[in-house]
């Protein structure tokens, strides 16, 4: 029985979206499947991609390259709100899925596709993050996610595409999964789902080993205008190019790697491994940044405000109300976000050691101890007497 007549599905090349074509096909009655790949600076060469899909059964092959937009509209929103999942990890992964439901959408009305599909698995994160986008974008058009439903092991999964022509891989497959884009990659399974094991050494691509990296230091000064990175070393870049240069440089020195045993939206934990030089280090300069340009309270309160934000970013609610009511705030917070971050890069750390702004609220004279100080002492004991007045009192009524 058809579930749909036309469907475009998001398409990396891998052994399961290349099955999900004969299989949409033949086992759900869909007439036409249309493939969609995305570039978002994976440094994949998508040509092939393409024809593959072809091969594969598809009745066109769709590449995007929407690396601009990954960086300017979902980025930089998340660089703003400083978004950090459960305190370590900055979305590298998560980020994309938003932009992907979101292309997969827009083809879906241009080629008057019924339905878009992916293929997920039924434990991940991601089948939230597309489900739930696409609703928010498109309540019309059905999802579907064969992979959730199909059952098969990888091995069948690979015997399946045979039977249509789609060719097993040719050298024995990784025993990670990994997902690469401009922003970072995420590596797990294999060895690494035992969370007592040290990763080893060659999953790494983005960052150097420590005992590999420079025994000098590198300073650079990041430029930001109203929240956004800007500049590296007074010279201003598009944005992929100053995320990309800037991977370069703290994965050079070895930052960037997070080792984290994180809670998955389905209810599970997973051991996952990040490499996110760029992305990181431009999170810990902005929130340093807004330390001297914000105003304490806002500071403060910013902090629960990026605690929800990353979640919504990581449970797939990036388009939701809740989302564009915080980006509003956050927006507003950045108005004086200006200025320049000075980074040290040695030896795996990115250590901020110098930040200016015209926009800075930290006065020299009031800050300092020396003879320049221009803070009233005299005041300070009135203040404290009003402001501990309450805890007198309470001790007063309840000694004894």
Request: hydrophobic share 40%; charged share 25%; with cysteine.
């Amino acid at each position: 029985m058809g579930r749909a007549e036309k469907v475009v599905l998001a398409y990396s090349g891998g052994v399961d979206t290349s099955v999900c074509i004969p299989y949409l096909k033949e086992e759900w009655g869909v007439k036409d499947v249309i493939t969609l790949a995305a570039d978002l600076g994976q440094g994949d060469e998508l040509g092939p991609i393409q024809q593959k899909a072809l091969k594969s059964g598809a009745a066109e092959s769709l590449v995007v390259d929407a690396t601009e937009s990954f960086v300017k509209d979902y980025a930089f929103p998340a660089i703003m709100a400083n978004a950090l999942y459960e305190n370590r990890y900055p979305l590298s992964t998560a980020l994309a899925r938003p932009l992907i439901a979101k292309l997969l959408v827009e083809a879906a009305e241009k080629y008057g596709a019924d339905a878009v599909a992916h293929g997920c698995t039924g434990k991940g994160n991601d089948q939230v993050r597309f489900d739930v986008s696409i609703m928010a974008l498109n309540p019309n058009l059905k999802v579907l996610a064969p992979a959730r439903e199909w059952g098969f092991s990888r091995e069948d999964a690979i015997a399946y595409g045979e039977r249509f022509g789609i060719p097993a891989p040719v050298k024995k497959s990784s025993p990670y999964s990994i997902d690469r884009n401009l922003l970072g990659r995420s590596i797990e399974a294999g060895v690494l789902e035992d969370p007592a094991s040290e990763a080893p050494e060659e999953i790494y691509v983005m960052t150097k080993a420590i005992s590999d990296t420079p025994d000098q230091p590198e300073y650079i000064e990041i430029g930001f205008e109203q929240g956004v990175p800007i500049s590296l070393n007074g010279n201003t870049l598009d944005p992929v190019a100053l995320i990309s240069q800037l991977n370069q440089i703290a994965g050079n020195h070895g930052v960037g790697r997070i080792d984290m045993v994180e809670n998955r939206l389905v209810g599970i934990k997973s051991r996952e491994i990040y490499e996110v030089p760029a992305l990181l280090t431009l999170i810990h300069a902005h929130r340093d940044l807004e330390s001297l340009t914000l105003t304490a309270d806002v500071s403060q309160y910013k902090r629960g405000i990026e605690e929800t934000y990353s979640h919504l970013i990581y449970k797939g609610l990036w388009y939701s109300p809740l989302k564009a009511a915080l980006d509003a705030f956050i927006q507003q917070t950045q108005a004086r976000v200006s200025g320049t971050v000075r980074v040290k890069f040695f030896k795996g750390n990115a250590t901020i050691v110098g930040r200016w702004s015209d926009n800075s609220l930290y006065t020299p004279d009031l800050a300092t101890y020396t003879s320049e100080d221009q803070f009233d002492h005299k005041a300070a004991e009135g203040f404290i007497y009003i402001w501990g007045l309450p805890t007198r009192i309470w001790s007063e009524k309840t000694r004894g």
